[in-house]
């Protein structure tokens, strides 16, 4: 896949390859440089209530990449926190358990 192309994902986030992936795909989010904290609890909620944990991993993801330095270990567990939601809903129980409790321990020394 070249730069600039879309990649194609089930509502998982699991990549779609073949001819008739872009027929399968399920909308992902919105790429982009900046998001605030408000902008991304607000998502993350609505990703929460659709049952679509990869969205809420992304959307989380977006906002460690641009977040204050201070901020940079809370966003960074909340992303990991949907990626083992994710690796759950995907029937993965050793990898939500392995994320789960990354993110649990960076969320804990997070907030000290």
């Not at 909340?78 to 129980?93: C, D, E, P, V």
Request: hydrophobic share 40%.
């Amino acid at each position: 896949m070249t730069q600039g192309q879309t990649r194609y994902r089930d509502r998982l986030g699991r990549p779609l390859r073949g001819p008739t992936a872009a027929e399968q795909a399920f909308p992902q989010i919105d790429e982009r440089d900046f998001i605030t904290a408000e902008q991304t609890w607000a998502l993350a909620r609505e990703y929460l209530e659709q049952d679509l944990p990869f969205h809420v991993h992304e959307v989380f993801e977006q906002r460690w990449r641009c977040c204050p330095s201070e901020e940079r270990q809370l966003w960074q567990a909340l992303a990991q926190f949907g990626a083992a939601l994710t690796h759950a809903a995907r029937a993965n129980a050793p990898g939500a358990y392995r994320v789960g409790s990354r993110s649990l321990f960076n969320l804990m020394d997070a907030l000290q």
